[in-house]
């Protein structure tokens, strides 16, 4: 199956950049992506985002401008505050974070002084490095100091988290991560935050469209901030949010706009309203259940054929394989699968021997392939190819792999990607 190039105008201007895009395009069709950030955004989303809207400055807030011009984008920035505020049960919503890091980074301004102590998960261990990890800014300029994961259940271990901001007394405590399989306590970590008088950020960059879709549990009473990227299980623009109380709201905006950012991406913007839209209809709680359940039976079925999974499963959208049992490092299987046509990425386990470039896992996540329309029924099925990919990886065929590529691309060419051109 050969996609057009769906961009006349860039075809002709431009070929060389146009045919890179069709190529990914088709890339995105024939392949079953499994990377648990990543996602198929709407055609009315990704149409958003190429709009003129994009040839706009207007730094500021909506009705506090720094530029004359802003009949329209005022209305279309106050459009994505109130939808935010309407879907996360939020009192305020700052909706110009360029994306997840920025986010972060403007929670630190707003909240500590450079060589603060915060307190995050390890990066290691699930966290992401943003939450004070070393090679981070935020590590950098602030005092990272680190929790992790019960050896054995992999499980947050909250009386390592309490002693720690006991001792530490930490400005920030940030709670969330990026391969983390399993319900966030969200309530356990404000419990923690207010006995010592830390501000809680509750970053869910992964998990907002579960929350969103009411498949996992809303930090909005536990935590004083929430930071989300838009762009991962939400299904908006690459971009970003943060939420708050409404005594927070101040802090929050002044630390994003002036004290991070110029001028805010209004055709992001306008984009993240359309998602939060999708977001709010009653088809997008289905799409968040069903993005669970397809872990759940993916697990199961990876279960079944002998993989062991960090945790034991997953309560969310994503499965983290570690793959020391099966003699196959992460970066050979993952680069196995995507010569197969499955991608993923490999990822380090809690308390990985192995070096963070050539770690023992793979995380995979469902939500794109819930996007496509693929349901449980298929999931042992995409087991059974990562199961065949695994093994032909650890023997060197090549062959096999060929095979389960055009087995991938046969399966979805029955469920056509949304935001993708269809012939
Ligand atoms: C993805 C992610 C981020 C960073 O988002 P970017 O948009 O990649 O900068 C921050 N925190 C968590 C938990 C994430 O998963």
């Known amino acids: 199956m050969s996609l057009p190039i769906s961009h006349p105008a860039l075809s002709v201007a431009d070929p060389e950049l146009a045919a890179l895009v069709g190529a990914e395009e088709q890339l995105q069709a024939d392949t079953l992506r499994l990377i648990p950030s990543e996602n198929y955004v709407s055609a009315a989303v990704l149409e958003a985002t190429g709009t003129v809207l994009q040839n706009k400055y207007s730094e500021g807030y ?32 700052n909706v110009q974070p360029y994306s997840g890091s920025p986010a972060n980074l403007a929670a630190y301004l707003a909240f500590a002084e450079p060589g603060d102590t915060v307190l995050g998960m390890a990066l290691p261990m699930g966290g992401h490095l943003t939450h004070g990890w070393g090679v981070s800014a935020t590590g950098r300029w602030f005092r990272g100091v680190q929790y992790g994961v019960r050896p054995g259940s992999a499980l947050i271990d909250f009386d390592e988290v309490r002693d720690l901001a006991r001792k530490e007394r930490p400005k920030i405590i940030f709670c969330g991560g990026t391969a983390v399989p399993r319900t966030i306590d969200f309530a356990a970590f404000g419990e923690i935050a207010r006995e010592v008088d830390a501000v809680l950020v509750a970053d869910i960059a992964h998990i907002a469209g579960l929350v969103a879709g009411g498949a996992h549990p809303s930090p ?23 939420m708050s109380r409404a005594s927070h709201a101040k802090a929050v905006d002044k630390a994003v706009f002036p004290g991070l950012q110029g001028g805010p991406h209004n055709h992001t913007t306008a984009a993240i309203a359309v998602a939060l839209r999708e977001a709010a209809a009653p088809s997008f709680r289905d799409y968040a259940h069903a993005v ?13 054929r002998g993989y062991d999974l960090v ?30 046509g499955i991608v993923v990425n490999y990822n380090t386990v809690p308390f990985d021997p192995r070096k963070p470039f050539d770690p023992s896992g793979i995380r995979i996540g469902t939500p794109s ?9 298929r999931m042992p099925l995409v087991a059974e190819w990562i199961d065949r990919s695994v093994t032909a990886a650890a023997k060197g065929d090549e062959d096999a792999l060929a095979v389960i590529r055009g087995e991938v691309a046969e399966l979805l060419a029955g469920y056509p990607a949304p935001g993708l051109p269809t012939d």
């Open 62 to 93: 909506a009705g506090r401008r720094y530029y004359e011009g802003q009949q329209n984008i005022d209305q279309v920035e106050t459009l994505a505050v109130e939808r935010a505020k309407a879907v996360f049960g939020v009192e305020h919503a």
């Open 220 to 242: 909005v009473p536990h935590a004083d901030v929430i930071s989300t990227t838009t762009h991962k299980t939400l299904r908006g623009p690459r971009g970003a949010m943060l």
């Open 292 to 304: 669970v359940a397809n872990a759940k039976a993916l697990a199961e079925a990876l279960l079944a």
């Open 311 to 340: 945790s034991g499963g997953t309560d969310n959208h994503l499965v983290l394989i570690d793959l020391t049992s099966k003699d196959v490092p992460g970066k050979v299987a993952a680069k196995a699968l995507d010569r197969a």
């Open 369 to 377: 392939l819930t996007s496509r329309g693929l349901g449980t029924d």
